[in-house]
């Protein structure tokens, strides 16, 4: 049977899959479309299987946000190239993900991936991560989401994709000056990469190793052990300044930390303002 060029087309436009795939997928299957569909995404599955060792870790970050602030979900998908993280097939697929992530209360990738993915009818999201890794020729996955729910949730999307927050603010609704503010502190998230909220959230066993650390240092400088106990605690607490959201200096007004921006935009609007929770993806960590 010839493969005529519409014939090419009208696959190509089914599958987003390239022309020499497409034309080769008819020929294999004698011009059957929906025959070629199957073949295509069996290569798909093909080459999920071939590159299932290798490791991705370019990929994107995408966020999606209930129209009333008050639920949000960030999303992380990998792939082998930044080339790839960077196609229409890549940013689509996250793109439709967080969107549907953000319909459905699921808590595990493996319970995303087993869902119908709604623009397949008949197919699930793994099966639609397996059609992108039959367009793009690398594998691709899923790593993690996070998703919030509460008084006003917030994201920010930083450096083309790569740095993505979400943030919980607490207090105040989803006004506009409370909105304003709590993109600032996503984005001061993005640039500052707090470990911890407060100190008093800070890992016990990370907060033990510094100050092991601050000790052995100050004990090599040879001063008497009262000074070496002020080394310390002075190392700790510029420790805590550059590990603790709202111990840190705002990113817009260094002369005030996060905590006192928290607190002015409160008094503004005459409510207590605080952060519930925050996380930060950054592709590839």
Same mark, same amino acid.
């Given at each position: ?12 436009? #089914? ?6 795939? $497409? #034309?080769? @997928?008819? /020929? !294999? ?11 295509? *995404?069996?290569?798909?599955? @093909?080459?999920? %299987? #071939?590159?299932?060792? *290798? ?20 999303? !992380? ?17 996250? %793109? ?14 493996? =319970? ?27 594998? $691709? ?35 506009? =000056? @409370? ?19 407060? +100190?008093?959230?800070? %890992? ?15 004990? @090599? ?15 700790? =607490? ?5 590990? $603790? ?22 008094? /503004?609007?005459?409510? =207590?303002?605080?952060? *519930?929770?925050?996380?930060?993806? +950054?592709?590839?960590?």
């Amino acid at each position: 049977m010839e493969i005529t060029a519409e014939m090419v087309k009208t696959l190509r436009e #089914k599958t987003d899959a390239g022309m020499m795939d $497409c #034309k080769k @997928a008819l /020929k !294999e299957t004698g011009g059957d479309l929906e025959a070629a569909i199957a073949y295509l *995404r069996q290569k798909g599955l @093909a080459v999920a %299987s #071939k590159r299932a060792g *290798r490791g991705t870790s370019e990929g994107l970050v995408w966020a999606h946000l209930a129209p009333d602030h008050q639920a949000g979900v960030l999303l !992380e998908v990998n792939c082998e190239t930044d080339f790839v993280a960077k196609t229409d097939s890549f940013q689509e697929l996250g %793109s439709r993900l967080a969107e549907q992530l953000a319909a459905a209360a699921l808590e595990t990738v493996e =319970e995303l991936l087993a869902q119908t993915a709604p623009h397949l009818p008949g197919l699930t999201v793994a099966d639609y991560v397996n059609d992108v890794i039959a367009k793009t020729g690398e594998k $691709c996955h899923v790593r993690r989401f996070i998703r919030y729910q509460g008084d006003l949730v917030t994201a920010y999307i930083h450096h083309g994709g790569k740095i993505g927050v979400l943030l919980e603010l607490q207090g105040s609704g989803a006004t506009p =000056e @409370a909105l304003a503010a709590a993109k600032d502190l996503a984005m001061q998230v993005a640039a500052a990469n707090p470990l911890a909220l407060s +100190q008093e959230e800070l %890992s016990a066993d990370l907060v033990a190793k510094e100050k092991a650390i601050y000790e052995a240092q100050a004990a @090599a400088s040879g001063k008497p052990a009262h000074i070496v106990e002020k080394m310390v605690a002075g190392r700790l =607490e510029k420790f805590y300044k550059e590990v $603790c959201l709202l111990q840190q200096p705002f990113v817009k007004n260094p002369d005030q930390t996060v905590a006192q921006f928290l607190k002015e935009v409160g008094q /503004k609007l005459g409510k =207590e303002l605080q952060v *519930r929770r925050f996380t930060r993806y +950054q592709v590839g960590t």
